[in-house]
């Protein structure tokens, strides 16, 4: 059984039986003349000892009243030697242990320079002062003790929140990076797949590249989820995630998958990005072109990437529908989009093209 988990009052009261016998052994022995030990002096033992029950509630009180019990000890005629008082010993122990400063600074100015001052004896009074001041020490001890225990706990539950947050977000970074790979993977091939009897009557070759597209796509789609799929098996690394160098690649891939012309233009002096940027700004291309492949039907689309300030604002605008394509990025791919950017300091909004006609999303990465 933990004692920890008992109450305290259970604890505290075994604790008080204890150093009551221990006050009361004394008393067991014979008197010189051979008759009975004065009451008051069993009143003085238990008046010491019993206060320890409430000594964690007002330790203070409970040091004071067994020192005044201990003090008043010495007005008993014909008692046993006391040399230990043990209820005040540990009123000390708690005091120093648990009580404020001012407290704990008055007990023991207060009990050590009250050993010399009401003992005959200077030997036993400095043994006193020694004894008091080691149960003050001691108290202090554990107190130092229990307070780095407490900085190690937190510590740790700081250490559990924060792998705990950690493996949280890298599961909703894989299962949004698991989204807008498949997404894309099968827009493109829905896409080649719909141009196909168009693809055949123009011949083999147009046949064949609808086929080498799909087979492209399938492939990168493949290998960038076993990257991923890898990290989730033990010892596995972080999964390399596509930078602002893969975009052209990705605008020329979805141009080259249906009927909608994509082009790419760059502007302004290209700062530097840190590593979850590039993936951000890559992945909300990603899932843009995607949507509009899904909803808009444009025959033209834009990619703009633009420096401004070592920010990269990214513009993606179609001629398509626009209400479709509001609709099918109202979903979990604009709130991708907007978890992605906001993770590296960023904006996302999205909405009708400024023409009237067609969709724009808009994002700016830090």
Same mark, same amino acid.
């Given at each position: ?133 080691? %149960?003050? +020490?001691?108290?202090? $001890?554990?107190?130092?003790? #229990? =307070?780095? /225990? ?5 510590? &740790? @539950? ?116 840190? %590593?979850? +940027?590039?993936?951000? $700004?890559?992945?909300?291309? #990603? =899932?843009? /072109? ?5 909803? &808009? @039907? ?69």
């Amino acid at each position: 059984m933990d004692v920890r988990r008992l109450p305290w009052y259970v604890t505290d009261g075994a604790l008080a039986v204890v150093a009551l016998l221990a006050q009361l052994a004394p008393f067991s022995g014979t008197p010189w003349a051979g008759e009975s030990w004065p009451v008051t002096g069993y009143l003085v033992a238990v008046a010491v000892s019993v206060p320890v029950v409430f000594r964690r509630k007002a330790p203070f009180a409970v040091l004071a009243l067994s020192e005044l019990a201990a003090v008043a000890y010495t007005f008993v005629p014909d008692g046993p030697r006391q040399p230990l008082w043990y209820g005040a010993l540990i009123a000390m122990f708690t005091v120093a242990a648990q009580a404020p400063r001012w407290q704990r600074i008055t007990a023991i100015v207060v009990i050590v320079w009250g050993a010399f001052f009401f003992t005959g004896s200077l030997e036993t009074a400095a043994r006193g002062a020694l004894l008091w001041t080691a %149960a003050y +020490a001691t108290g202090r $001890a554990w107190a130092n003790r #229990q =307070e780095h /225990l407490r900085v190690l706990q937190e510590r &740790a @539950r700081h250490l559990e929140r924060e792998r705990e947050l950690e493996a949280e977000r890298e599961r909703s970074r894989i299962a949004r990076d698991m989204h807008d790979i498949l997404a894309h993977a099968v827009s493109i091939t829905i896409a080649q797949a719909e141009a196909g009897p168009i693809a055949m009557r123009h011949g083999p070759e147009r046949t064949e590249a609808a086929f080498e597209a799909i087979a492209t796509a399938g492939r990168e789609a493949m290998s960038q989820l076993r990257r991923i799929l890898g990290v989730l098996e033990v010892g596995g690394e972080r999964v390399p995630q596509p930078t602002l160098a893969g975009i052209p690649t990705l605008v020329e891939q979805v141009s080259g998958a249906g009927s909608t012309v994509v082009t790419l233009t760059v502007s302004g002096e290209p700062g530097t990005l840190s %590593a979850d +940027a590039e993936v951000a $700004a890559y992945r909300i291309v #990603q =899932e843009a /072109l995607t949507n509009m492949m899904k909803h &808009a @039907r444009a025959r033209t689309a834009t990619v703009a990437l633009d420096w401004r300030d070592g920010d990269l604002h990214v513009t993606v605008t179609d001629d398509g529908v626009g209400a479709k394509a509001a609709a099918g990025a109202g979903g979990r791919g604009l709130a991708g989009m907007r978890v992605r950017a906001e993770s590296c300091g960023g904006t996302v909004s999205a909405g009708p093209a400024p023409a009237g006609r067609g969709f724009e999303v808009r994002a700016t990465v830090r």
